[in-house]
């Protein structure tokens, strides 16, 4: 269909806001259960598979990209065709961790010289803002994000955080978000069952869900042990509520009832089999029971806070009295893992955050089967999970043309892809406050539910979107106000340094390869839709940008290449990734 744009006269931004006003009724319709897809001419084999000769697409190079780091570039995309998906991924399990360090720890009360005294320049609301918020720990995770070698492990252990997830709400120290964020750097390659154990003594979980402290059953004072980890460990963590077939789907009895995987009694069992942990003693101080809050290190046992009885746990299974609190919870984890939900269960999510949000439950199967076993008898390796995930058929090849294929961006991918395509380099300041505008405040879910949950369907469909759980009006204005600061903010300059922390460089995109392609519009259109969505744009909303570039002055080769990358990157069809 034809679409007028109507363009005044004025200064590039106004221009560029009135071409969105126009171009929206385009792109508005090209949302996720609405786009067509596209197509690539490249040809490739797309089956990740060995072979003789590696021929891989540029389409899929930069759809790899997408799914395993925080956004392609130019050199990576070069790079991933040289060498082959196989040699990619062990180039990325091999590379250091860029992790998070340099946080101190602090004493959980702020002292008066740490405290924000309303004055955001002083020094004690300094203090108070790089030891007792997230502030410096969410600036680290996008630097990471766009310029750490370890692409693959980073978006790996951001998927594990929603997954296995605490929150800066109850987590506030700054040196206590960033080791639990630097444990999931080290597991996420390592096995699942490492994972568990890790998660399980870390006391950022522990304080997050009252693990830590969690004493026995006291009949005289009427306390029993806390329900909260155990609960959410097997509701969340591991193997879900219902029991799952190897595909996915929920089992059911005879008369179509969903089986439950565990009841209350097991519940009851997990809580008291954790028993007996509290935080790990600060370097040169006796160990006692309860130790002051520290983040540092796993969690120290106390078997005389233990409960020694016989414990319910999963399948039926009882766990006999008098063991340690090490033995219990190591045989309570051990049933954890080995249950048969737990391939699907993380399976599917990890699917979900790093390829589609509807994964079939053929892809599904593939990838818990890995997970059961890696072909060497090893269950668990997270290693062969993600590579079975990503070189999958349903994610590998050029065109993908079922319409509930790929998954919106979440906030944090979003800003990250708009980034590392064009060039961009930012100090984290604008983007971490920018995340909390589009409704994800970096490691702040607003529960332990995660931002979104993993079963969100889309309003007025069956298709799943978790991360259409947080899209609605506001949190789509933001992302279209940011991506108008980042190309025409401060005359073209994006976001300028913030004075008030130390060696800020703002946030800002590199447009300038582009201007030598700025004079023909078709020819800019195309190469921005070949290096932002590998040829994934729809033809009407190609035409739409091109006619809103032609609008600006010939002549005016800066803006025309802002007008192009401003309409493509607030589109529906750039936001969700295919």
Request: hydrophobic content about 40%.
């Amino acid at each position: 269909m034809a679409v007028k744009i109507k363009i005044h006269r004025g200064t590039a931004g106004n221009r560029a806001r009135n071409v969105w006003q126009g171009a929206s009724i385009a792109i508005a319709a090209l949302a996720l259960v609405a786009c067509s897809g596209g197509s690539d001419s490249s040809s490739s084999n797309g089956s990740g598979t060995a072979s003789t000769q590696i021929v891989v697409s540029q389409a899929d190079a930069a759809r790899m990209l997408d799914q395993s780091s925080f956004g392609s570039t130019a050199q990576d995309i070069a790079h991933l065709q040289n060498v082959g998906f196989d040699a990619y991924l062990n180039e990325q399990f091999a590379a250091s961790p860029a992790g998070y360090s340099g946080f101190a720890y602090v004493t959980h009360s702020a002292p008066t010289s740490c405290q924000n005294d309303g004055t955001a320049t002083s020094p004690a609301s300094l203090c108070a803002r790089d030891n007792y918020s997230l502030f410096q720990v969410q600036r680290r995770f996008f630097q990471n994000a766009l310029s750490g070698s370890d692409q693959l492990r980073q978006r790996v252990a951001f998927a594990l955080s929603q997954i296995v997830v605490v929150s800066g709400t109850e987590i506030y120290e700054a040196y206590g978000m960033a080791a639990y964020q630097n444990m999931l750097l080290r597991d996420a390659f390592g096995n699942f069952r490492d994972l568990l154990n890790d998660v399980t003594l870390s006391p950022v979980m522990g304080n997050f869900l009252d693990m830590v402290n969690n004493d026995k059953a006291n009949p005289a004072r009427g306390t029993t042990p806390n329900e909260n980890y155990a609960r959410e460990l097997l509701q969340l963590f591991s193997i879900g509520v219902n029991m799952l077939n190897i595909d996915g789907s929920v089992q059911t009895d005879a008369q179509g009832r969903p089986i439950p995987a565990y009841n209350e009694d097991v519940i009851e069992g997990y809580a008291y089999l954790f028993t007996g942990w509290t935080y790990p003693p600060r370097p040169g101080a006796a160990s006692q029971w309860t130790n002051p809050i520290n983040y540092e290190g796993t969690m120290a046992s106390f078997a005389s806070h233990h409960d020694t009885g016989s414990k319910l746990i999963l399948q039926g299974r009882a766990l006999p009295g008098g063991q340690t609190p090490e033995q219990d919870l190591a045989d309570g984890l051990d049933a954890v893992f080995n249950h048969p939900n737990v391939g699907p269960f993380i399976g599917k999510q990890l699917i979900q955050h790093l390829v589609t949000s509807n994964p079939s439950p053929q892809y599904i199967t593939r990838v818990a089967a890995v997970f059961n076993d890696n072909g060497q008898g090893v269950r668990g390796d997270m290693r062969a999970v993600i590579r079975a995930i990503l070189l999958d058929p349903e994610a590998r090849g050029d065109a993908k043309t079922d319409p509930n294929y790929g998954h919106l961006h979440e906030p944090a991918l979003f800003m990250t892809s708009i980034l590392r395509n064009l060039g961009g380099q930012s100090d984290g300041v604008y983007l971490r406050a920018q995340a909390n505008g589009m409704q994800q405040n970096i490691f702040t879910p607003p529960s332990v539910f995660n931002y979104f949950p993993p079963s969100y369907a889309i309003p007025g469909t069956t298709s799943l979107g978790p991360e259409f759980g947080i899209q609605d009006t506001t949190s789509a204005l933001n992302r279209a106000n940011f991506v108008y600061q980042l190309v025409y903010g401060n005359g073209g300059n994006g976001v300028l340094p913030d004075g008030n922390v130390a060696g800020s460089t703002g946030t800002s995109l590199d447009l300038s390869s582009y201007q030598s392609s700025a004079a023909n519009a078709d020819t800019l259109v195309q190469q921005l839709n070949q290096r932002m969505m590998h040829g994934t744009l729809s033809p009407v909303a190609g035409a739409t940008i091109a006619q809103a570039v032609n609008a600006v002055a010939a002549t005016d080769a800066p803006n025309r290449v802002r007008m192009a990358v401003y309409l493509l990157a607030s589109s529906q069809q750039y936001q969700v990734e295919r």
